[in-house]
């Protein structure tokens, strides 16, 4: 009959369900026990650890290239503005300068803590005060100094007092307490810690702490989070954050407006001085000379004069401008610097590539501090550098011999209109030349005043390249520990912390504790299964019984009769690997039940070295093999004399072992036992040995030439791996004649009523019923192919 593939399956999964079952329910109440401490662990653990809370803030960024261009208006006002990219805009909130800036604004390094119970906690919103000291970065580091507060609000540490909201110098520095704003009075007095943490300290953990991410792959905004136990503490350091980061952004911006406001009121102030000197020498003029106005023409003249002086006068300007960026360009270093103004140079591809220059030149500077010489980013950025400045300086060369082209012709110009001047009377001519002088300085003068206004409206209208999205909030409940998390990992840690104990416990066991290890050691059969029994009674087979061990031997008597058929004998030895498996327990039990069939059945004690079963049936020692082997005569007389009747049953006869000799192997060599074997087959349906163990003795493989059937006894949790292991390879062993094995001793496996021998693997006794066996592990697998 075929069986679907899909059953199989679900046989196979059933079966291994029951493995784990069977393996792991009889160490219930073990799992119990962990069980009950792995709660106690995650309750103490809750208890005890500090929860912590996620506080996250946004900013949206201006990023070229990602849009988010701004208004005309507001580029017009913004005309130092600088276009960032998020992700070097990231690299800036992490960096080092901005982080140290942020913990001395919020005092991160002078901490307060208070100790309620066993452990400190931070005091950033119980403690009344706030620290700061005057040198933060020179700080040396101390722990946990105790202080407490007056009633005149005064800090009182070392019974020193200390004033409130004042400078005052202190064993670790200048010093300073005030108020902090969190703080709600209470009539408690407590008992308050603070300590001194180095900024770098401070800084390095925070780094590592804080999360900055895009929000998206083609997103503008950036995310902050931070995990503190105070969500306060967390709020104050983002919102601190945001705070620095467009200050610094703002400071830049500042720093270029002025420079340029500088150069300007430098070339004011000489106009100025120019301007004076030109309007005196009118008025001079007009009094020594009694010029009162001009004609016409000369009118004409000063008009054409002074529009083609100032067009001169104005490319004088962009040539000095041109001049002073190429100087800027040429002695820099490639060191960031005030880019000086442009303005007068009508060229947008000049000052769009002066201000890439600059841009490009910040962003290094300030990844240089936040990252390493041989970050891919950092590199980018210094290439483009390097290919910006030939550009600028090509571009400069252009302009400059337009600018002189154009100067030349206009040169010319002027040269024709002094030929005209040469026209005019002497003095006439001389008042519009200084005219003309006065009309360039003023055309320059106006100009300036233009420049001023635009550059002052600037430093006044600077606004970060940022924008707060969210504020900094923190979650409302704790993100660790999680209270559902740590009990699901208490349930479930057991588990696997019960099957590893279980299975350390058993790879190292060097002792037989599973059927299936004897089966792997070697390929000699196991045909039966004994379980342990509490008696320890020798004899456990009772006709007017039936308990598991008693229809364990009677299924073994089964067994032992169908081998026994197939070979066509009579005699069974039972022996073991070392003493103390049970060979005698089980050849005595053997015995019995083969007598309760009604077979005639004679047990002989071939152990002389340590024999039990007289004592067993309370016979005498003083006859016995070893009488019968040592007397010369060899009549069947001496041979019945040493066989005794039991009172067990009236099948059952039993030879002891008698008189313990000096020297048993040689006694079994004795031609003599050949002469009792014979006889006691002929006498009997069954002849059971109990042979002494292999090792280390070789009495077994003497008397082994008798036996149709070799019954080898193992031991649970007393035979060694290592005697089973060497059965296949022991060439003594192959001496033995159809080698079978019993497995006995089977014990309770945990706090289960179920054993080894049927808790693990295929082939073992149920532990319910009576007796009946299972199929084994190969008989199994068959059925599930078949």
Known sequence: MKVSKTAGIETTETNLLQQLVFRYLPYWPLFVILLICSASIAFLYLKTTIPVYETTATILVKDEKRGLDESKVLESLNLFGIKKIVENEIEVLHSRSIISQVATDVQLYAPVEEKPGIFFLSAYVTSPIIIALEKPESLNEVSRISFRCSADSNVIINNKTYPMNKWVSSPWGNIRFSGNPL????????????????????????????????????????NIKLKDAVPQRGEAILNALIDDYNKASIYDKNMLASNTLDFVEKRLHLMVNELDSLETGIQKFRTSNGVVDISQQSMQYLQNVGENDQKLSQMNVQLSVLDQIEKYLESKNDQPGL????????????????????????QYEKLKKSTAENNPILESIRNEIIKIKPSILENIKNQRRSIEAGRNNLSRTSTRYDSMLNTLPEKERELVEISRQQSIKNSIYSFLLQKREEAALS??????????????????????????????????????????????KEMFNRRILFRHEIEEYTVIPVIGELVFDRSKKLLVTDETERTLVTEQFRHLRSTMASQLSKVNGKKIMVTSSISGEGKSFVACNLAITFAQAGKKVVLIEADMYKPKISNVFNLSHETGMSNNLLNEKTDDMMMYTTIHHTSVSKNLFVIPA????????????NDKIDVLFKNLENAYDIIIIDAVPVN???????????????????????????????????????????????????????????GYGYTYGYGYTSNIGYGYFEKSKKKKRHDIKS
């Open 696 to 754: 280390p003795v070789s009495d077994t493989f003497i008397i082994s030439k008798f036996a149709d059937i070799t019954l080898f006894v193992v031991r649970h949790a007393v035979t060694p791996k290592i005697n089973i292991q060497m059965l296949d390879e022991d060439l003594l062993m192959q001496r033995l004649k159809n080698v079978d094995i019993v497995f006995n001793g089977i014990k309770k496996r945990g706090f289960a009523t179920s």
């Open 459 to 504: 430093f006044n209208a600077a606004v970060a390249d940022s924008r707060v999205v969210d504020k900094a909030e923190s979650s409302l409940n704790p993100v660790s520990p999680k209270k559902i998390i740590v009990l699901l990992i208490a349930f479930v840690i057991p588990f696997p912390l019960l099957a590893g104990l279980l299975g350390l």
């Open 658 to 669: 008698g008189v313990v000799p000096d020297n048993p192997a040689e006694l079994l060599m």
């Open 339 to 362: 880019v000086p103004s442009t303005f007068g140079i009508t060229d947008p591809l000049l000052s769009q590539m002066l201000e890439k220059l600059y841009d490009s030149e910040i």
């Open 183 to 222: 703080y709600a009075k209470t009539t408690e007095k407590k008992l308050f810690f603070f300590s001194l943490v180095s900024l770098k300290r401070i800084v390095s953990n925070l780094q590592n702490s804080l999360e900055i991410s895009p929000s998206g792959k083609s997103s503008t905004v950036i």
